[in-house]
């Protein structure tokens, strides 16, 4: 019994070496883990893991070198066969064959996945079509390294491709946005053909010049559907508006004898002044450095004069100068761009009346109707839109009464009203 109480007594006073040992190494984690030295917080931290990232990209690009992102459009195939110049390499044209408006190939398939839009169905089954009725759909991963001359179209196929296209624009089987749609997606078939073969003559231009008139058409037409569902049409429509008309002012550059211009350039070029009437619209350049580089004979073009009116009017709030030289001489590809303006002008004239007439002489509408050059029932329907009353007297005459209170920019797009010089 002594002997188990002394053995006892003395593990107490003397721990074993492992305890000792196990304290220990507690111990110095301690003083690592909160130690005010950083050298050995830098060392730890300087442990870099093998990068997977590298190996993958190199990866995909050796598996697959013709790879192109889904974002790749048309307007990219310049862009590879300047970078290749720039590179030195050898940059060899394409040269399309294909004799039908849609290449064999792209025909079959899109039979077997049921992939025909209504115009290219024949007997309006969508598991049938025929060379005379499908049309090539825009691709959008596209490389120049693959792509075979017998799936691109010739110059020759693309312009008679293109003049279908157009004809089916006066179509009435279908509502307008669908046939939108169709030629939206197939002239951007054509203008992509285009830049892989590196057409740039005049016959190309003309062809620019219909697709952009194109799209100032669908511009207007889509305004006045007063569907919902076409305000993403109208922002994708203006949005390849822009890109076909800069295509077209290179087009123009690059073909330009040194004392004559084309006989519709003055006209187009006049529609990127009226598409940047509105200060706030985005535009990549100011207004003043464009006119820099618009060659002069087309900046002296009545066209021309005709859009920097328009814009000075606009801009300092003349409505009645604006309203009399658009209804005077704006052309019809002009006013379909100029058409949510006038409603706009018309509506600020209509403040301006309410605001500044004398409040106990109200302001007839038959008057207030030649002011606007628009008709009186369209006058009484703007003010009615614009939070306004107006009012009848005894002998049937109509008029707006001022300095109400409840004038109101309408929201979202405006009716379209028509001026009537114009419409005459």
Not at 199 to 217: P, S, T
Request: proline share 4%.
């Amino acid at each position: 019994m002594e002997e188990s109480n002394r053995r006892r007594q003395q593990r107490r006073n003397h721990p074993s070496s492992s305890s000792t040992s196990s304290s220990t190494d507690r111990t110095r984690f301690r003083s690592q883990k909160f130690s005010s030295n950083p050298a050995k917080t830098i060392q730890s931290s300087n442990f870099v893991p093998r990068s997977t990232t590298t190996s993958v990209t190199a990866t995909d690009n050796t598996r697959n070198p013709g790879y192109v992102p889904r974002w790749k459009s048309e307007t990219n195939t310049n862009k590879q066969l300047e970078g290749a110049k720039e590179a030195g390499e050898e940059v060899v044209s394409i040269v399309g064959t294909c004799p039908f408006m849609c290449p064999e190939g792209e025909r079959a398939q899109r039979e077997r996945l049921r992939d025909l839009a209504v115009f290219e169905r024949l007997n309006g089954d969508p598991r049938k079509t025929s060379a005379a009725l499908a049309v090539k759909k825009f691709c959008r991963t596209i490389s120049l390294k693959y792509v075979q001359a017998s799936d691109v179209r010739p110059l020759s196929v693309l312009e008679d491709t293109l003049n279908y296209l157009l004809s089916l624009l006066d179509s009435s089987e279908h509502p307008f946005e669908v046939v939108h749609d169709f030629i939206f997606d197939r002239t951007r078939s054509i203008r992509q053909d285009l830049s892989m073969q590196n057409i740039v003559n005049d016959r190309a231009l003309h062809m620019y010049e219909k697709m952009v008139k194109f799209h100032v058409v669908s511009h207007h037409r889509l305004r006045n559907c007063g569907s919902s569902s076409t305000s993403s049409l109208q922002y994708l429509n203006m949005e390849q508006l822009t890109k076909t008309l800069a295509s077209l002012y290179i087009l123009y550059e690059a073909n330009h004898s040194s004392n004559s211009f084309y006989e519709n350039e003055a006209e187009f070029r006049s529609l990127y002044v009226l598409l940047h009437l509105d200060s706030k619209s985005q535009q990549t350049e100011s207004l003043s450095f464009w006119f820099c580089r618009v060659p002069s004979l087309v900046m002296k073009s009545k066209e021309m004069h005709f859009a920097r009116q328009v814009l000075r009017f606009y801009r300092i709030g003349n409505y009645r100068s604006f309203l009399c030289i658009v209804s005077a001489e704006a052309s019809y590809l002009q006013y379909c761009i100029i058409e949510p303006y006038v409603n706009e002008v018309q509506a600020m004239a209509i403040s301006y009346i309410n605001n500044c007439c004398y409040k106990l002489h109200p302001y007839p509408l038959e008057q207030l109707s030649k002011l606007l050059m628009m008709k009186e029932s369209d006058v009484e329907s703007l003010c009615h839109a614009c939070g306004l009353q107006t009012s009848t007297d005894g002998g049937g005459n109509k008029s707006l009464p001022t300095k109400q209170t409840t004038f109101s920019v309408p929201k979202g797009s405006f009716q379209s009203y028509s001026l009537l010089r114009l419409q005459q």
